[in-house]
């Protein structure tokens, strides 16, 4: 099966005696092998260290009995590549990983309802090529470059792997994200969760109205519940292309990149 790459963002009124109490709730539902914490001992000196432990519960005391800033934690499996993070960095909180199963990002998704700003989950492949523009990585991850993506010429190309870009605006899955003010992720994935505020930037009709997906829902905590499309293996499929573009033409999400970027 495919690896899943997802990303959950708390809302900033979240403090680190929630998130804290919510990691301990994880715990629960996975069987890690090792808790790799990562801390700053000087805020001034700009100095970090890290941990690791074998318990959660050898780390929360770690973390109880000293007065470290939490960077990150990391619950990983050593005889894979596969992790859970829970990371503060630029005044935010999220929960972000490479798991096999997208049942294990639902219930996530339950434990952080009710504080999430957004959040989704895609294929590993897709969405890491999302972010790359050079041609030798696609045809090494895909063997080929696929018809509807746009090449650039490459300026500084030294030969036949890197003679173009990819144009990263052809792919359905490029996103953006705002690092100031609201802190809002803009893209197409297979599954997404939106918070209210996006109502801010797109109409909600705009969001009610969209229906080239399998679902389209508001929960109870207001978070509004967006599938694409559920076998997330299935990216290159042109049914499955279509409703990620239907998704971005139909609430304007490249006209608002374009204006906040």
């Known amino acids: 099966m495919n690896k899943i790459d997802f990303n959950i963002s708390l809302i900033e009124t979240v403090n680190m005696n929630l998130f804290i109490k919510s990691i301990k709730e994880v715990n629960k539902l996975v069987d890690s092998l090792v808790f790799l914490y990562e801390y700053t001992i000087d805020l001034e000196k700009i100095t970090y260290a890290e941990q690791r432990f074998t318990k959660f519960s050898l780390f929360e005391k770690f973390y109880k009995s000293n007065d470290y800033r939490f960077d990150l934690l990391k619950f990983e499996d050593n ?32 434990i952080f309802e009710k504080y999430i700003l957004f959040a989704y989950c895609h294929n590993d492949i897709d969405i890491t090529l999302s972010r790359v523009d050079t041609y030798r990585s696609w045809i090494r991850k895909m063997g080929t470059i696929p018809p509807y993506i746009n090449l650039l010429p490459n300026r500084e190309s030294t030969g036949e792997m890197d003679k173009y870009l990819i144009d990263l605006n052809s792919v359905p899955t490029h996103s953006h994200l705002m690092l100031s003010g609201d802190k809002l992720w803009f893209g197409a994935c ?67 990149i374009c204006r906040l970027f």
């Open 79 to 110: 005889k894979t590549d596969l992790f859970i993070g829970f990371q503060q960095t630029r005044g935010r909180l999220r929960i972000f990983g490479r798991i096999m199963q997208k049942e294990l990002f639902f219930n996530l998704i339950s």
């Open 190 to 256: 297979a599954i997404m969760y939106f918070s209210d505020l996006y109502y801010k930037y797109i109409p909600i009709e705009k969001w009610a109205n969209f229906s080239n997906c399998e679902e389209n829902i508001v929960l109870e905590s207001h978070l509004r519940k967006i599938i694409l499309y559920n076998d997330l293996s299935d990216f290159e499929n042109p049914i499955n292309r279509n409703k990620q573009w239907d998704f971005r033409k139909q609430l304007g999400i490249d006209e608002v």
